[in-house]
């Protein structure tokens, strides 16, 4: 059970003014249950991603996050990481002169040990990726690459699919994965997720827009706007925002 | 007025330059102007421009002596733990400055590499010498180890030698007590030969010599040398290294400097691209983890002939206080058209103690040429960390990660895996 209690965080901008963003978030995600959250611009839909992966950049003024029934907040990113979150990055990060395959390697293997397994030799974790590459439609020349370096906006988010097949972590979220993607990116996107999906994994899914949720089905939508998770519904909530907007959730509350 | 130059003890106390037998008489009178040279201009000082950045008062009161250490028993085990693993490349030792035969594998030499100790190359061919040693400049420690340098090791490569045997020249200090030692190498490649060298520099004991080498490199038409240097003196010790290179026509020279060693490091390297399409790559990486650690690179080519090419690439990582200098000078003759030219250094901070200074100096007086130049220095990419992390990346190990990577650019030119490893291994 992942479990976000009253959450409030805020950030301090470069001229050190703190601005709030998350305002008293709650969401409660079973494990099996596929959550989306949509929103407009600014709503803070990527902070909540980010804030569960354990970014430092922002300031948690109150509430609580529990996962397994332990306190995720006071964990790292590396110990977050070990117990299963993985978070798909909007932007993910171009590292020169680290090599893919290396990384990733040393990504399963940190892992490994967490769950006292053996560490994969280079043969083994080889053809491990080799399989992966294939379902999320990589080239294996992007092994020998630096980790994103150079990829197009496209084979970044192909990258990060690919870590989540090999790590197999058991939350997932996806931060506007799909942004930015072909029709064929997006359905390998939701063939990959879909895969995944099992009684003990809990994914969350942060989009704009209702086309990736066309691809994977989830059993909850919630609206986030200003901070607050304003409404939520099943799949078809998804389908209304698609046709009316965010707008008329915003006055359903005020009114 | 009369100037009163700095002197430094030790020098004070080396009261004659060390002749060595018969040398010949032109080698004697130049001995004898470098000397006086020491003598007249002291040690070189933070007003010069050369030096702004270097301080040499930590020398002043050292009480170095003139290396005596001659034995070599027990040394044959450290010698096979630094040997380079899984290589065939043939060894070649100097201990304390003077080339020992006796514990290289000379026997391994194959006809077309001719090797012997400075002292025989003299006494067999001085003018040969004569001719080398034109090219040295006049700064204060190239005329030190001039004044004072009694052996070091002589290598030629016979012209269309395709050389498949690396060529390991260790040189180790011994000495217990805190000594000068001034070894003089010379490299001569033949015409349309190849070569790879790795000079590597190792010590048995943690004292404070300072270890002062110049090495002269000739390569003629069409002979290309890879040198890689691996610089990992102890910790307490001064390493100041001078190279001179001669680059005749079409004829390439790669360095690639990695430098973890010594409290104090400095190389000047003095490039002269003096024949048409010579080119010339010098790179080098550095970790300083030490409190006052200080590495320097002083770097100048000079094109002197057209379509030559040339390539500075210097990147280092800095801890605690330590502090890195690099000065990159490129000068292009008015006659060197079609020059290509590059030059960066790039600089990561681990702590806001450190600090890194870089320099070019850029003079042009041809028409036709392409020169570029860039300098960073910054930290640590957080977001790059983070990401690392958020794959259950330890934070430790993800600086190393991150660390490496940046490394990488330099590293990668070694393309010989064994080579690559020794290298690597100082990190």
New interface residues.
Partial sequence: MLSIKNLHVSIQDEKLITKSILRGVNLDIKPGEVHAIMGPNGSGKSTLANVLAGREDYQINEGAVSFDHEDLLSLSPEERAAKGLFLAFQYPTEIPGVNNMYFLRTALNALRKQKNLPPLDAADFLSLAKAKMKEVGLDETFLSRGVNEGFSGGEKKRNEVLQMMILEPSFIILDETDSGLDIDSLQMVGRCVNSLRGANRRILIVTHYQRLLDYIQPDVVHVMANGKILKSGDKNLAHELEVKGYGWIESEITS | MMTIHARPLWLRDITEINVNAAIPDWLLKSKLRSWDYLIKSGMPTRKQERFKYTDFSFLMNKQYSLSQQKDLTKLSDFISKCRIKHSNAICLVIVNGVFQPALSDVAQLPDAIKVMTLADALAQDPELLQQQFVNAAPTYFAELNHALFIDGLFLQVADLYQSEQPIHVLSIITEQNDCLISPRHVFMIGKHANVTILEDYEALHANSYLHNVVTHWELQEGAVAQCYKRQHENTQASHYAHSFLDLRESSQFELVNMTTGGIFSRDDVLARLRGVSASCSLSGFYTLKQASQYVDHHIEIIHQAKNTNSEMMYKGILDHSSRAVFNGRLHVDQDAQRVNAYQANHHLLLSSEAEAYSKPELEIYADDVKCKHGATTGQL????L??????????K??KE??M??????ILKRISNPSLLAHMQEIL
């Fill in positions: 990419d957080e977001n790059a983070f990401y690392l992390q958020s794959r259950g990346i330890e934070k190990q993800a990660i991150l490496q990577g940046f490394a990488e650019e």
